[in-house]
């Protein structure tokens, strides 16, 4: 069976220091990857998905960038957090195929100082 | 592009009584919706979906949702509350296109009082 790994779950990290979050996928191949932030009273946002290895589309400008060094890991970075980069961070996998149902990993909650 | 709006942030209901999250979509095209949850510091759960088979759509936990194209709703209901119930709960909508990702309501939270 599938399985998605994200961590780490909890981050304090002071203004202007870096980020780095991971996920990984397990039992599929190919998978479709997402990172979507969600912040108190705003929905989920999508960030980033990627159908493939170094093929990652942004959905808005930001300080942060996406990177898909395999094709079942997906990593969120920083060089420089910013107060509004707080927030609960969620990784996703879906097949990309149908309905393209997808499934979530715990989420990374991340608080700048 | 589609998107979805889910109409009131916070419902309250009393355990036993009927549940009821709305949700309207937009979509050029016949879309695919759903529905997750989402419990306190946890990822989304998905609660079920609809992919143009029958519009009425049974989920886990006592859910259900009908699509109703003619007014773009795919509002969730539950006939009685549980305690446990009490969550947040996001409509997403996407569509049968290689790429194309999932795009979320706000989310509604509902609580439930004894």
């Known amino acids: 069976s599938q399985t998605i790994h994200q961590w780490p779950a909890t981050l304090v990290q002071p203004v202007g220091s870096p980020l780095s979050l991971e996920c990984t996928v397990e039992g599929t191949s190919n998978p479709n990857l997402y990172w979507y932030r969600q912040a108190a009273g705003r929905g989920l946002q999508l960030l980033f998905y990627?159908?493939?290895?170094?093929?990652i589309s942004s959905e808005v400008p930001q300080n942060l960038s996406a990177s898909r060094p395999q094709d079942r890991q997906f990593i969120l970075s920083s060089k420089k957090l910013l107060l509004s980069d707080s927030g609960f961070y969620l990784c996703?996998?879906?097949?990309?195929?149908?309905?393209?149902?997808?499934?979530f990993g715990a989420g990374s909650r991340l608080t700048v100082l | 592009a589609q998107s979805v709006t889910q109409l009131g942030s916070h419902v309250s209901v009393s355990e036993g009584a009927l549940v009821l999250l709305r949700c309207n979509y937009s979509s050029s095209v016949p879309p695919y919706l759903f529905w997750y949850v989402q419990y306190p510091n946890q990822g989304l759960q998905l609660l079920l979906k609809?992919?143009?088979?029958?519009?009425l759509v049974k989920g886990i936990n006592g859910f259900e949702a009908e699509f109703k194209k003619s007014e773009t709703s795919f509002h969730l209901t539950k006939p009685s509350a549980h305690m446990s119930d009490a969550a947040e709960y996001f409509c997403?909508?996407?569509?049968?296109?290689?790429?194309?990702?999932?795009?979320f309501g706000k989310g509604t939270t509902l609580s439930v009082s004894s």
């Open positions: 996703a996998w879906g097949s990309g195929r149908g309905a393209n149902v997808l499934t």
């Open positions: 997403a909508v996407t569509l049968n296109q290689a790429g194309t990702a999932l795009i």
């Open positions: 990627s159908i493939g290895i170094d093929q």
């Open positions: 609809y992919t143009s088979a029958a519009t």
